[in-house]
């Protein structure tokens, strides 16, 4: 990413947290969640690296995201359409034999975070990218998680219990709860955050869904 969209970077990232926010009123878990979320990206971690353009194949899904959502996420889409493209979009797991192709059609950009340009070792903010039609399979990680879903109406499974969730739904994946989602007409792009000392720690996929 050239110096001249760091600022547009820093309105994206200024704008989630508005959104999470606003959430902080219900005073639930999910609320209690983005507080820990917020106090530990103040103050903004260092910007120790590059956003290197990308070409990953997912992006091809990025236009339909970014000009869907609902009014309650127009704001963050519009933030994010200046910057999208230059984000470090990557898959993170390896290819697999019983789901050809899905390497292609699910991609992460990560903002914050150990390995991220804005590097912290105690917190991850990103977007996740998934494809229309698409199974991202059941998996778990120790850190904590929380989702905004910007755009895309997808299917939510966590512990086996499926859900639908709109733009504008937060999810909260608890410490190693096993969860998917399935994408349906259209892309889904959502933003997460990871919070506690397992941010290092990767997700993988469950022994159910990697036979």
Known sequence: ??????????????????????????????????????????PLPPLVGAFPRNNHPATRHLEAALFSGNASTSGLLA??????????????????EDAPGLEENIAFAEIIGPEAPFQSDRVCLGLTLVGP??????????????????????????SDIPN???????????????????????????????SGNEVKTLSTYTEKSNP
């Open 1 to 42: 990413m050239s110096s001249t969209n760091v600022p547009a970077l820093l309105t994206l990232i200024e704008t989630i947290e508005t959104h999470f926010q606003r959430r902080q009123a219900k005073g639930d878990a999910v609320a209690w969640e983005i507080a820990k979320v917020l106090s530990l990206l103040e």
């Open 79 to 96: 933030a994010l359409r200046p910057v999208a493209y230059d984000l470090p979009w990557r898959y993170s797991y390896a290819k697999r």
């Open 133 to 158: 039609e698409t199974l991202y399979p059941e998996h778990a990680h120790p850190a904590v998680e929380l989702y905004y879903v910007a755009a895309g109406t997808a299917t939510w499974i966590a």
């Open 164 to 194: 639908l969730q709109p733009p504008g739904a937060f999810i909260l994946h608890p410490s190693q709860v096993v969860h998917a989602m399935q994408t349906h007409r259209g892309p889904l792009l959502a933003v997460y955050a990871w």
